[in-house]
Every structure is written in C-alpha cells, then in structure tokens.
C-alpha cells in the first residue's frame, strides 16, 4: 500500500475509536449494521477530502461536494445524542434537529450533488461560481418546497390529519380494549367514539375511511411512522427526483459521449442504486404500522446501503491512486484544453466489461486505453 493509504488508515481507526468511545454516552439506539455504515462512510469522507486536495479543476469541486455529502454522516450520528446527551433539558430538541438536519438538510445536499454534477457536465465552459450559484439555488428551491411548511414551522407536524386522527382515537381504543378485554371492531370503536362530548370529533366516515389503513397503528400503539410521514414523504419523492434525474444523466454522458473526470460515471452508477434504495426506504417508513416493523425496514436498508458504499470504496480507491498518479495531471488538462482530442478515460472496471462483456467495437474505440508502462500514450484519438 502507498504511503497516503496507511495515513488515511490511520485517522479512519482514530475516528472509529472516537465513535466507539462516544458510545459511553446516553443515546437513542443504533445498532451494529448502522455503526458500519457510518464507518464506511466516514472512510469515504476522508478518502473523499484527499481525492480533493489531489484533484485539480472542476473535479476538485466534485470530490468536494462529494465530500461534503459523507461528511454529513457525523451530524447524522450526532443526532443520536440530541435530547439525551445534548440538549437534554430542552423538550423538542430532537425533533428540531430531526427536521432541520437527518430531514431537511440531508435532501439538500442529496438534490444539490445531483445538479451539481449535472451543471458541471453540460455546462463545462461556465465559471465555477455560476454553477454553484445555480445548483444551490434551484436546490434549495425544490427542497424549501418540498418540505413546505414544515422547515419554518415545525410544529405543524402535530396538526398532520393522520397524526390527528390517531391521538382522537387512542385514548377510545385503549379503554374499549381494556373493557372488552380484546381489541374492538371497528364498528364498536366509531360507536363508542361517536358518543364523546366533543364538538371538533372527527366524522363517523372519515374514521372509518382512516381505519383501512390506520388500524394497525392503534394495534401496534405506535404514532412514530404518523408523525413523522409528512416528511418522510417528501424525502421520498425528492430520492424518487433524484434516481430519476442521475438515470437521465447517465444516458446523457453515454449519449454526448464527451470526455469526462475519470469514475465519475461508476460514481453515478453507485449514486442510482443509492436513491432507489433510499426511496425504498422512504416508503417502508411512511407505512411502517409498528416501530419493530420499522426497525426491519432500516436494518434492511442499511444492509442494501453498505453493500452499495463497499463498491463505492472500490471506486474510490481506485480514483485514489489515479490521482496520486502523474497521468492524472495530463488528462485533466487535456480535458480543460483539447477535449475534442482525447477520448473517455479507460478504467479498470471498463477493461473487465470490455473484455468479458461487451464485442461492440465502436463502444471499445471511444473509450481511452490505459496502460501502467507508457502513461501518455495512453491518451488517444
């Protein structure tokens, strides 16, 4: 292993020694597959950020984002310690952070790493700080709508119909089961509900209309997924946006087949896989109807994320050496300067496809060869 390699080693085991120590403290659950994913994905931040210090250009930019994207991981992990190490003595200070980091920030750097890289590929002439103006903006745009209105109040979360619904009923079907020693029909609990003095109760047809799905969260006693499917909604449909958009992109790159930073397009690859499991997981969490459910479609999705951030690694470690390299210098330049004399960059991923996989010949002469012996040559018509 090269030098950097044992470094980046080293400071991946002292953050996972500060994490494991953390530990000690008073915290929500976390359980072990997550701990690996916040392990791997700090090994990508810090992989990330050397990645960036080596890059040059408008690649730099993207390791950077892309840094920032698994840096994000630490406040997420922090999150675990709000209200019960942090904070404490401060009532909905988990729920502030919930909603204004693990909801609303995380969507913002997902969208903003999407346009990012979008912008920088088809419009490559223009100056850096136009495409961060304009990533950022229409991001925060479409994140600002999209968690519309609860990033300015959150505590409209309480005023949610399903949330609602559920506290009105609750206290009725924890008092008819009690009595009757056995969950009630549905019919016996809109009778009894019916007879409450209460002048803003819910209609008789709209709790039953609610109960066809909301039925098993009384059963389960749990109001979690409830309260908290507004947002987990948004975030859904904003992964769904963001598997849509890389999916067009890719066709994009394929299509238009101009030269490009080298990985970035196995990055991509990884990236769709990333929302379509996260969208996955985004639905399982808006109809989870008890919290061990819930727990099952987390630990789930956490396995399929660790899986997609291990071939990652490979990717990254792979773009760690080429940027350690002295071609990589070359041919960023030559993408900066003459793009319309070189060809897309040959990998070793493309190598194994091309020479197990695919015969196309007009697909193999426009992807560059690379070769360890003669680095420039590599670079070719």
Known sequence: MKKIEWKILFVWFLIIMLIRISLFLPHRYIDEIRLINIWLQVLLFIISFVITCKSRGSQQNIYLNLTLFFGFVIPLFLGSFVGQTILSNYRYASIYYHIYVNIFGRGLILFFLILYIFIDYLF??????????????????????????????????????????YQQLHGVWTNLSHELNRAPSNEELIHTYSKLPNNNKLDNSNITSWLENGRSYLEAENVTPLFWKPLNRALMILNILNFVLLSIFLVIIYK????????????????????????????????????????????????ATVLSFLFLLYIFHLNLRFVTSSVNAYYEEAILTTPQNITRWRDEIDTFFLKYLTTNIRFIRRIAHTSIVNRKENIHE
């Open 124 to 165: 490559w002439k223009t100056h850096i700080w136009k495409k961060y103006a304009l990533s950022l903006t229409f991001a925060l745009g479409v994140t600002l709508i999209a968690f519309s209105p609860y990033w300015h109040n959150p505590m409209h979360l309480y005023n949610n119909e399903d949330y609602v619904t």
């Open 256 to 303: 238009l087949d101009r030269p490009y930073h080298p990985y970035v397009d196995k990055i991509i690859v990884f990236l769709i896989l990333f929302y379509a499991v996260e969208a996955i997981h985004g639905y399982g969490a808006t109809s989870s109807p008890s919290i061990e459910h819930l727990r099952v479609i987390i630990t789930i999705g956490q396995y």
